[in-house]
Nanobody, 123 residues
C-alpha cells in the first residue's frame, strides 16, 4: 500500500512556473510507477505525465510536452512535477497517482491517488 499527498499548488501568472510535490508514505514507493493527472472544472480528468519505477522512462501529454518535467527521488519517497511556461489552460486540480510496477497513461492502471492540489494560472 501507498498513501499520497500533493503540495505546491497555488496561483501563477501566464508564463510563470510552479513545482508540485507528491509525498508517499510507507516503504514501497520505489515499486511504483508514478503519474500526474489533472482535472479542470467541467472536464474529465486527463493524463499529464508518468515516470517509471527507476525514473529512466517518462511520458507526457502533448499539451504539456516541453513545458512540464516529471521526476522522482526514491530516497525521499517523493515525485515532482516542474511546470514552466504556464498557460491559463493549465488551471486544474492536479492529482498524483501510483501504478504498481509500471508507468501508465490511463486512470484505470493506477492503484492509489492523492487528494489533489489546485493550480490556477491567470492570463
Amino acid at each position: 500500500q501507498v498513501q499520497l499527498v500533493e503540495s505546491g499548488g497555488g496561483l501563477a501568472q501566464a508564463g510563470g512556473s510552479l513545482r508540485l510535490s507528491c509525498a508517499a508514505s510507507g516503504r514501497t514507493f520505489s515499486s511504483y510507477g508514478m503519474g500526474w493527472f489533472r482535472q479542470a472544472p467541467g472536464k474529465e480528468r486527463e493524463f499529464v505525465a508518468t515516470i517509471s519505477v527507476s525514473g529512466g522512462t517518462t511520458y507526457y501529454a502533448d499539451s504539456v510536452k516541453g513545458r512540464f518535467t516529471i521526476s522522482r527521488d526514491n530516497a525521499k519517497n517523493t515525485v515532482y512535477l516542474q511546470m514552466n511556461s504556464l498557460k491559463p489552460e493549465d488551471t486544474a486540480v492536479y492529482y498524483c497517482a501510483a501504478n504498481y510496477g509500471s508507468t501508465g497513461r490511463r486512470e484505470s492502471e493506477y492503484d492509489a491517488w492523492g487528494q489533489g492540489t489546485q493550480v490556477s494560472v491567470s492570463s
